[in-house]
């Protein structure tokens, strides 16, 4: 299992990094594999939905390792709307398994949440409903579930505005 600390990490931007979508299919599809049930079903199909994240973002922040290779990312639009209103929602929170429990995804998760912030006071987020990992996370991070949708629970965290 790879040594990477959590002061060895680089946390970039997709934009600051150059990596390109398809640099990032085969960390997509290594963290669905334990779930890929709630993954894209193909290589082809990451691709696909990794490069509507790219336009579809107003945060896409990327965890790199010490030698510059991506080891996760979370990705968080400012500008969401859909039939359930408008919030800030996080569309993707990805963690290669050797370095889940590390801190790394949850830097990603706060950095995300904290840049939606500054532009709502709802978060919204989709998880598969048997995805206990996520829903105890999301339930600790102080997230409720507000809703289904097939396989999909949509969860929620209110946030207190700033006093002023």
Do not use: C
């Amino acid at each position: 299992m790879p040594e990477t600390k959590q002061d060895k990490v680089r946390y970039v931007t997709l934009e600051e990094s150059g990596i390109a979508p398809q640099q990032l299919v085969p960390l997509y599809m290594e963290a669905y594999a334990d779930m890929p049930e709630y993954g894209e079903p193909s290589p082809e199909d990451a691709l696909r939905y990794l490069q509507w994240l790219k336009d579809h973002h107003t945060l896409f922040e990327i965890a790199l390792d010490e030698k510059g290779k991506p080891i996760g990312f979370v990705v968080a639009d400012a500008n969401w709307f859909s039939r359930f209103g408008r919030g800030g929602h996080i569309h993707e929170w990805v963690v290669h398994p050797v370095y889940r429990h590390k801190g790394i995804g949850k830097k990603l998760f706060d950095d995300a949440v904290e840049h939606l912030r500054q532009f709502h006071d709802r978060i919204i987020l989709w998880a598969g409903e048997h995805n206990d990992r996520a829903r105890r996370f999301y339930e600790q991070y102080g997230f409720h579930p507000e809703g289904r949708y097939k396989q999909w629970v949509r969860w929620v965290l209110e946030l207190q505005k700033p006093p002023k």
